[in-house]
Nanobody
Framework: VHLVESGGGLVQAGGSLRLSCTAS????????MGWYRQAPGEQRELVAS?????????DYGEAVKGRFTISRDNAKNTLYLQMNSLKPEDTARYFC??????????WGQGTLITVSS
């Protein structure tokens, strides 16, 4: 599977962005998908994850709960991350991934989000 993120950019604090991640190749609607981020000098962290319809629901990291929403459109093989009330500390490169933790078997190249204060 090949994952491609889009939607990154520069935004002022308090603003919103929506990231997209389109999958191509051998895809499955049952895979758990996740968004991760990595700030300079920091470890990559899980931002949000979502299971297949009828399976695992959405889960969020504490830092983004109530501000970010993960969703997926299986018909379009696309994963989304709606980010609201952005903060400077949300500045990072955001990656989509298939699987979680040690079970990730595919990563996108990442898209950079910069939140100015």
């Amino acid at each position: 599977v090949h994952l491609v993120e889009s939607g990154g950019g520069l935004v002022q604090a308090g603003g919103s962005l929506r990231l997209s991640c389109t999958a191509s190749g051998i895809t499955s609607t049952t895979n758990v998908m996740g968004w991760y981020r990595q700030a300079p000098g920091e470890q990559r962290e899980l931002v949000a994850s979502i299971g297949s319809p009828g399976g695992l629901g959405a889960d969020y990291g504490e830092a983004v709960k109530g501000r970010f929403t993960i969703s997926r459109d299986n018909a379009k093989n696309t994963l989304y991350l709606q980010m609201n009330s952005l903060k400077p500390e949300d500045t990072a490169r955001y990656f989509c991934a298939r699987g979680l933790g040690g079970a990730v078997d595919a990563w996108g190249q990442g898209t950079l989000i910069t939140v100015s204060s």
